[in-house]
């Protein structure tokens, strides 16, 4: 029987706050990857940025780790991890990716050393990490200084991209005016998510200010949260500062 | 303080529900955040009617089913509910504003129906006792239909409702219609001669957040095996997955059979 090749599925960005289309990324690249019936997807990851990435309204790193846990209570296989928001810096995302990718090695090696005795044959595959995303993160490759190439190179050789549409994007044109996405396509899973869905955080952000419901966008727990620490209270959470590059 | 008197105003949102989903309550959400917002008006309930059987839509589920669903999505909802009193009809009523349920409500708060939660008459009735007995026209809860713009075009589809019963609707009664972004309705309305004359009662709410979670799609997602998590309620999720609720032997239901409105209207105009 062909064994599947063990998947974990890691998500960046703000989570400023996390949002029901965030978790729902997860579950449409899970669905996306079984079906191919290559992989199996064991864990699910989400790494909330660091609050020196300056983006305009970002509210403390330990509210954003604290909500996405809030939001993730009820999964049975997505973590929130806080890491990259608990370095002295902004780090680029294929630093944080390898350094997940060092942990799953480290508790691979572990899990052998605790079993000697199983043959090479019997040892599951070591699991692959891969990047979980949106089409508009694909998009943003392109912009000019965001993302260093070498970089880009390194996400879609050494690790992957599971890439979920979005509306008003085509991942397929971005992969091919890339030479870099082109010559790695087939490291970059495209999902489809049928339901469209645009419940961007910037919306609830905005719906929050204006003292409106976000009720069923997002988790209950995360809005009493959010409600008993008075954030999003008005559009400006943070002074916005410059935005760095990649 | 500005003494200008509120309307109260209950939603009442029809439909199949099946299953139910974060959209069908977001739209509860976006009517009250808009109606509170005019000044003039006070949500002070909401209502999930679901269909009862007998409406012979293609794939509907039994009634119980969907009624459950739709108690679980609203638990941790303090002003949403659920009314059972359609979907226990053996017979369908497209005019169901029209049959008095929802009037009598209104008027008579000791008016009991089996199958019927207490909680919203017993609001009604405490309140009729502490206020003095003076005509208050503004004090009778007025009740509005709450949709998307689907059923707002569907008042166009032939045979489908009586333009009476239209008519009642929107002049008695009143709509309010959610719609996304870039919608028809507005256009619908201007089609319609009885929509556009009672167009001050009419309420389009824009949804700016896309959130397109159609029933059609769950039931989908779930023949096929894929996720439904963050669409739907945990609990609600957790109670189709425990009863095995959704297949491609459920989606035929009814298959081949006429909408029960449809063949009413279709057999009344034919004989």
């Not at chain 1, 997860?26 to 990857?33: G, T």
């Not at chain 1, 995302?93 to 350094?99: C, G, S």
């Not at chain 2, 000044?39 to 969907?66: Q, T």
């Not at chain 2, 009586?162 to 870039?182: M, N, Q, W």
Request: net charge positive; glycine share 6%.
């Amino acid at each position: 029987m062909k064994n599947r090749i063990p998947v974990v599925l890691l998500a960046c960005g703000s989570f400023n706050p996390i949002t029901n289309m965030h978790l729902r990324l997860f579950e449409v690249a899970r669905d996306h990857l079984h079906q191919t019936g290559m992989y199996q997807v064991i864990e699910g990851i989400i790494s909330p940025v660091n609050d020196n990435y300056g983006k305009k309204d970002l509210v403390p790193s330990h509210h954003r780790v604290t909500m996405a846990r809030l939001a993730l209570k009820t999964s049975d296989w997505i973590r929130v991890d806080s890491w990259e928001s608990e370095q002295a810096q902004w780090m680029e995302t294929v630093k944080v990716l390898r350094h997940h990718q060092n942990q799953l090695l480290r508790s691979a090696t572990q899990m052998e050393g605790l079993d000697p005795g199983k043959a090479p044959s019997d040892r599951a595959a070591a699991p692959e990490l891969k990047l979980l995303c949106g089409a508009d993160v694909l998009k943003s490759f392109q912009t000019p200084n965001l993302w260093k190439d070498a970089h880009i190179q390194e996400i879609v050789e050494k690790f992957g991209l599971v890439c979920v549409s979005r509306a008003g994007h085509d991942p397929k044109r971005y992969i091919l005016s890339s030479p870099i996405l082109c010559k790695y396509q087939h490291n970059i899973q495209l999902a489809r998510e049928p339901v469209l869905n645009e419940i961007s955080a910037t919306y609830v952000r905005r719906a929050l200010g204006q003292g409106q419901s976000v009720k069923y966008l997002l988790p209950d727990a995360v809005i009493a949260y959010i409600k008993n620490h008075g954030l999003y209270m008005t559009d400006n959470s943070q002074k916005g500062r410059s935005t760095q590059g990649n | 303080m500005d003494k200008v008197e509120k309307t109260e105003v209950v939603l009442l949102a029809c439909g199949s529900f099946n299953p139910i989903t974060n959209m069908h309550l977001r739209l509860f959400e976006l009517a009250k955040d808009y109606m509170d917002g005019t000044g003039k008006y006070r949500v002070i309930k909401g209502i999930i009617s679901p269909v009862g059987d007998a409406y012979k839509k293609k794939g509907l589920i039994p009634a119980h089913h969907r009624v459950i669903m739709a108690e679980l999505a609203t638990k941790t909802s303090c002003w949403v509910e659920v009314d059972t009193w359609e979907s226990l009809q053996k017979e369908h009523h497209q005019e169901k504003l029209e049959a008095g349920h929802y009037n009598q409500q209104q008027n008579s708060p000791v008016q009991e129906k089996p199958g019927r939660k207490r909680k919203w008459t017993e609001q009604r009735q405490n309140s009729t006792q502490k206020k003095p007995p003076e005509p208050n026209p503004k004090g009778v809860p007025k009740v509005k239909l709450l949709c998307g713009a689907d059923m707002l075009e569907s008042f166009g589809v032939p045979s489908l409702w009586k333009s009476e019963d239209v008519t009642h609707i929107v002049a008695d009664y009143g709509l309010i219609c959610v719609t996304r972004a870039g919608s028809n309705a507005q256009k619908f309305i201007y089609e319609s001669d009885v929509l556009w004359q009672h167009q001050g009662n009419i309420h389009l709410v824009t949804e700016w957040i896309s959130n397109d979670i159609s029933s059609t799609k769950i039931r989908r997602a779930l023949r096929r095996g894929q996720s439904i998590r963050y669409l739907v309620p945990d609990l609600v999720q957790d109670y189709i997955q425990k009863h095995d609720l959704y297949s491609t032997e459920s989606e035929d239901r009814n298959l081949g059979v006429t909408l029960a409105p449809l063949q009413r209207n279709t057999g009344e105009a034919e004989s």
